[in-house]
């Protein structure tokens, strides 16, 4: 349980493979990316990962990975700021034109608030992860988590999928 915690390395270095496999289902490649994240990656991971989508020719996954990074970008909380600092950089990179792909590609979304002084704070994350031949989402995937005290707790976690 929360390996992704107790050995990031270990882990960062398997979800970088699941992702860079353009064999594999862009649908487990975009949860690749997730689980990327939720390890607090350095900058150089980052921004590897960036490259590595200048060059993607998938877009659900090219848009899932650019609005994650971009959404990463605005969190406050402490627990995430290296990561928000190397996403900033990443999202440079990038193109633009990433950010313009409307709701049929798949797209991340984080809003978390954090209050230094109380050391107190909540953070919400929403994953749309689409397919390209249907126009319902394949599955959407919701999660709320709190700070106190510079520990992190996932209170709720929520995830709808759709089959055929």
Same mark, same amino acid.
Request: net charge positive.
């Given at each position: 349980? *929360?390996?992704?915690?107790?050995?990031?390395?270990?882990?960062?270095?398997?979800?970088?493979?699941?992702?860079?496999?353009?064999?594999?289902?862009?649908?487990?490649?975009?949860?690749?990316?997730?689980?990327?994240?939720?390890?607090?990656?350095?900058? !150089?991971?980052?921004?590897?990962?960036?490259?590595?989508?200048?060059?993607?020719? *998938?877009?659900?996954?090219?848009?899932?990975?650019?609005?994650?990074?971009?959404?990463?970008?605005?969190?406050?909380?402490?627990?995430?700021?290296?990561?928000?600092?190397?996403? *900033?950089?990443?999202?440079?990179?990038?193109?633009?034109?990433?950010?313009?792909?409307?709701?049929?590609?798949?797209?991340?979304?984080?809003?978390?608030?954090?209050?230094?002084?109380?050391?107190? !704070?909540?953070?919400?994350?929403?994953?749309?992860?689409?397919?390209?031949?249907?126009?319902?989402?394949?599955?959407?995937?919701?999660?709320?988590?709190?700070?106190?005290?510079?520990?992190?707790?996932?209170?709720?976690?929520?995830?709808?999928?759709?089959? !055929?």
């Amino acid at each position: 349980r *929360n390996i992704a915690k107790k050995e990031p390395r270990m882990i960062q270095e398997l979800a970088l493979q699941l992702y860079m496999d353009k064999s594999l289902h862009p649908e487990l490649r975009m949860l690749s990316c997730i689980v990327l994240f939720e390890t607090r990656p350095p900058m !150089g991971l980052v921004t590897t990962l960036a490259n590595i989508v200048r060059t993607e020719e *998938n877009l659900q996954v090219a848009s899932f990975t650019y609005s994650h990074m971009k959404s990463l970008t605005r969190s406050s909380a402490i627990i995430h700021a290296s990561v928000a600092a190397a996403c *900033n950089i990443a999202i440079k990179i990038l193109s633009p034109k990433l950010d313009r792909l409307s709701l049929r590609f798949s797209k991340a979304f984080h809003v978390d608030v954090y209050h230094s002084p109380l050391m107190l !704070g909540a953070a919400a994350s929403a994953f749309y992860i689409n397919d390209a031949a249907t126009v319902l989402p394949k599955s959407v995937v919701a999660k709320a988590s709190a700070y106190f005290a510079g520990v992190a707790g996932d209170a709720v976690e929520v995830g709808v999928r759709t089959e !055929g």
